[in-house]
């Protein structure tokens, strides 16, 4: 292709790309429902009820537990990058009180309705540091023991031990 060919096509190319009108395209915005709360989560994470419209929900990702209310939306427990919880990984909950437990803190955490704390116990030391996953009406907390694993593999089993203590 010579010079004089190739800035023609040129020409032609570039006046056929641009100088038109920008055409407007229709928008559509949906609503989300009532019972849908946006959060910054990837995975689905931990949730406990907590009543009504309020959950305690844990996020390992993000490192973070919340109430998730679908009327006021997501509030962080212990606030913003608060040392008081740091790396959750389970919640359950006790009549309107959520339990965060916190591997890192070795140690779970007890929260009110409203997101406030209401005390928190540590990992018993009988039970080699094992965080409750259950608490009954009773009171009685309820936690998971696997076998200690030996040099040959065994404890290594798919059973594991519920201990039950007062909480």
């Not at 076998?147 to 040959?152: L, S, V």
Request: net charge negative; with cysteine.
């Amino acid at each position: 292709m010579t010079s004089g060919r190739l800035s023609r096509w040129l020409a032609v190319a570039l006046a056929a790309c641009g100088g038109g009108e920008r055409q407007e395209y229709p928008t559509a915005e949906f609503p989300y429902p009532a019972d849908t709360v946006l959060v910054p989560y990837v995975n689905v994470p931990v949730a406990a009820w907590l009543g009504g419209v309020r959950w305690v929900v844990v996020s390992n990702e993000f490192n973070e537990a919340a109430l998730v209310d679908f009327q006021g939306g997501r509030r962080p427990l212990g606030g913003e990058g608060d040392a008081e919880i740091r790396n959750p990984f389970g919640v359950f909950a006790s009549a309107d009180t959520g339990w965060v437990t916190d591997w890192a803190m070795r140690r779970s955490t007890r929260w009110t309705s409203v997101g406030s704390p209401a005390g928190m116990m540590p990992a018993p030391e009988a039970l080699r540091g094992a965080l409750p996953s259950a608490r009954d009406a009773a009171g009685q907390l309820y936690f998971e023991i696997r076998p200690e694993p030996g040099r040959d593999g065994s404890g290594n089993r798919d059973s594991a031990s519920v201990v039950r203590m007062s909480g």
